[in-house]
Structures are given as structure tokens and as C-alpha cells.
């Protein structure tokens, strides 16, 4: 913890050296993108993309989850996606799964114990499936359900938001994104 004490306090110098204007950042919320991703704390946007204060509008949960829109019961996920496709304008969203995620690793375990191939319980059976596979299915699982929000439809139809499926390897560093006419994952 001390670490991060210690870098918070000398962040205001580390940005007038890197020349960051944080005073206009008062003024000024105009986001490059939406970035919505898993919690994990191996995944660090700023630091893929080189973001500097401004430039990512983050929504980050367990899992990088989207829950299906529902009019009745807002979320804290609709009420942020809302913010960001009304009042912020952003003009893309990207999902970024991840490699090693373990909401991940926790649907396959559910599902091939609702299949009885393996027992559920504290010591769960080794997996058996495509990990990598269903990181990628999960990614798009999301931006499906995403897609469908009534603010982001509209803006879908008129061509002034687009969505991005991204895919990010921790163990290599690479990040992937998704072609939907190839049906792939591909490097960016
Ligand atoms: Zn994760």
C-alpha cells in the first residue's frame, strides 16, 4: 500500500514533468472512448493504450459483465453506458476481455458441471475445454448485450458509434480485436 501512497503524492510532479494540463481538465470532458473491461488488476488501460487523464471513460467490474438492458431496474453498468453514449457523445466503446480471466474459468466450470462432465464442488475436475475460446465468446457476449441498450441502438443505426470486441493475452501483452467478417480475434 505504501507504494501507491508514495506515487500519489508525487503524481502532480510526474505530470508537470510528462506537461499534462490537469487544469483543463476542469472544463473539459471529451473522452476518446468508452473502455469496459474485467477488474482484474493484470488488465491496465491506461497503460495499453498510453491514455492520459481525459482520454478513457472506464466501466470496470467483475468480469467486465454487461447485464441484459432493463428499463425497470436500472444498474450501475446502464447508468454509466447511458452517461457515456448521452451526455459524453463518445463515438466508440471498446470490450476488452482478457486471458486467465477467472469469471471465465468460472462459467466453464459451471457449465461442464450443469453438462456432468465434471462434478462442481471445492475441487473442481482440471478443465478440459477451450479457455482461450470462451475468453473470446465472453468479449462478444458483452458487446451483444451492449448492442442492444436502446441509447447505443440509435447510434449503431446512424453510424455514430461503433463498438470494438478486443481481447487482451497478459501473458504476452498482445491485444486482439475482433473481425466480425472473418469471425476472428486477429492482433491489432
Ligand atoms: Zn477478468
Excluded: K
Excluded at 467490474?61 to 450501475?76: F, H, L, N, Q, R
Aim: negative net charge.
Amino acid at each position: 500500500m505504501q507504494y501507491l501512497i508514495d506515487q500519489a503524492r508525487v503524481f502532480r510532479a510526474r505530470a508537470a514533468a510528462q506537461a499534462l494540463h490537469l487544469g483543463g481538465l476542469a472544463r473539459y470532458h471529451r473522452p476518446r472512448a468508452m473502455f469496459i473491461a474485467c477488474s482484474d488488476a493484470r488488465l491496465v488501460p491506461a497503460l495499453l493504450t498510453v491514455a492520459q487523464p481525459g482520454d478513457l471513460f472506464e466501466l470496470r467490474t467483475y468480469g467486465g459483465v454487461i447485464p441484459p438492458y432493463d428499463a425497470t431496474t436500472p444498474t450501475g453498468e446502464s447508468r454509466t453506458i447511458e452517461y457515456a453514449v448521452n451526455d459524453l457523445g463518445v463515438s466508440d466503446i471498446i470490450v476488452c476481455g482478457h486471458s486467465h480471466c477467472d469469471v471465465v474459468t468460472s462459467e466453464m466450470h459451471d457449465n461442464l458441471a450443469v453438462s456432468g462432465i465434471t462434478e462442481s464442488g471445492d475441487d473442481a475436475a482440471p478443465l478440459t475445454g477451450d479457455l482461450t475460446a470462451a475468453g473470446h465468446w465472453h468479449v462478444l457476449a458483452q458487446v451483444d448485450a451492449l448492442s442492444n441498450y436502446p441509447c447505443v441502438v440509435p447510434r449503431l443505426a446512424d453510424r455514430s458509434l461503433r463498438l470494438h470486441a478486443w481481447f487482451h493475452e497478459i501473458e504476452t501483452g498482445a491485444t486482439l480485436a475482433h473481425h466480425p467478417r472473418a469471425s476472428t480475434f486477429l492482433p491489432l
